[in-house]
């Protein structure tokens, strides 16, 4: 096994398990209600990494910045869904 991961490029194994952030934080945002805590965190992660290693990911590094840039407009979306959902609580609440 270490000789076979030491045989890997190292920009292979790092693509690698930024995919597996970004299923990461699909799941949460993915959840109902989604977990947005959460899911900001796996993104924020994903983001570090992907912008501190800019230039060096390889082939990968195009798709996991499309990917980063959809998780982070899919959890804009679903936050703001939530916080509208919440301020009509609210209103009905007070009527």
Known sequence: M???LAGTPAEVVLANHAYGI???ATIYLSQVP????????AID???ALIEGLKGRLGQAEKSLLEA?????????QLEGAQRAAA???????QN
């Not at 980063?68 to 804009?76: C, E, G, H, I």
Request: proline share 3%; aromatic share 10%; charged share 20%.
């Open 2 to 4: 270490r000789a076979q």
């Open 45 to 47: 992660g994903l983001g």
């Open 22 to 24: 970004f299923e990461l």
């Open 34 to 41: 989604p977990m947005l805590f959460e899911a900001r965190l």
């Open 68 to 76: 980063l840039s959809q998780l982070r407009l899919a959890y804009v």
């Open 87 to 93: 301020e009509t609580a609210a209103n009905a609440d």
